[in-house]
């Protein structure tokens, strides 16, 4: 072996060692302070890419949840409505059955022919007033909602709730209803039907909200998954990070060594001069 002094190889090449030595270290360290095994492409390209589009998917599936919250909603407004108006029919079934005693004369019959018509305008208002998100639910001027509660752009991501009216003029009833007795036997028959029809309506909203509770779930699974696979390629596992710290550690600490002692083997020549 040459015994040279203007190049000395073995520094090189520790120097060479200690610098790798020395960007492992820096890795381990920039993973085990942020808590990421993926901090930037060079990390590892593709399982970057893999868990961008994973979060991003995870941000819209929350996104979703809360869409369907708000229909959940929806639905629990227009099923509340639609009970008032329940109660407001069945009310108005006891005064037309009233008003069909053959006793009554024109005077008394008009009591009960007076409170059927404020609870038919009761009945309107509350159809007018039943909004969601600025969209009315029971007047009819909303025929359906189309809820997004998805993740992509296909048919299954969508739902549509169909809002039946119930105002007055849909479930049949109107002022005067019972103003005669003969108007008032008529009167009942077009209370059954209004009362069908708000049920019909209410059963809608009820397996509407459960489907849409069921979607939520769906999707909270989805995201708890995606999460955990986004986890998996992005985060670091502290305990396998350690012990690749410790071990490049040593490894610079070690280089350093090596590299003060390859600076002193030129030196050795000196001892042929002498």
Do not use: C, H, W
């Not at 929806?74 to 006891?94: F, P, Y």
Request: hydrophobic share 45%; charged share 15%; proline share 0%.
């Amino acid at each position: 072996m040459s015994l040279v002094i203007n190049t000395n190889v073995s520094a090189l090449i520790a120097q060479q060692n200690l610098a790798t030595s020395n960007d492992q270290l820096k890795t381990s360290v920039q993973r085990l302070s942020s808590g990421f095994r993926v901090n930037s492409s060079a990390d590892d390209a593709a399982g970057l890419a893999r868990a961008d589009l994973l979060k991003s998917q995870s941000r819209i599936i929350q996104a979703s949840i809360r869409n369907a919250n708000d229909a959940v909603s929806a639905m629990e407004i227009s099923d509340k409505a639609a009970e008032q108006v329940t109660n407001l029919v069945t009310r108005m079934g006891e005064l037309a059955a009233s008003a069909a005693q053959g006793t009554l004369d024109a005077t008394n019959r008009a009591y009960y022919s007076d409170e059927y018509d404020k609870l038919v305008s009761e009945i309107n208002r509350i159809a007018g007033v039943t909004e969601f998100g600025g969209f009315k639910l029971i007047d009819g001027s909303t025929a359906a909602l189309t809820m997004y509660i998805g993740f992509k752009n296909t048919a299954n991501d969508k739902l549509s709730v169909t809002l039946n009216a119930l105002t007055t003029g849909t479930l049949g009833l109107a002022a005067g209803d019972i103003a005669s007795m003969t108007a008032a036997l008529n009167a009942l028959a077009s209370i059954s039907g209004a009362l069908n029809t708000v049920n019909a309506a209410r059963a809608i909203y009820g397996a509407s909200t459960n489907r849409l509770s069921t979607a939520m779930n769906n999707l909270q699974v989805t995201y708890t998954n995606y999460q955990a696979a986004e986890s998996r390629i992005r985060d670091a596992d502290f305990a396998f990070e350690t012990a690749v710290y410790t071990k490049n550690q040593i490894m610079v600490q070690a280089g350093t060594s090596v590299l003060a002692q390859a600076n002193t083997l030129p030196q050795n020549a000196l001892s042929l001069l002498r």
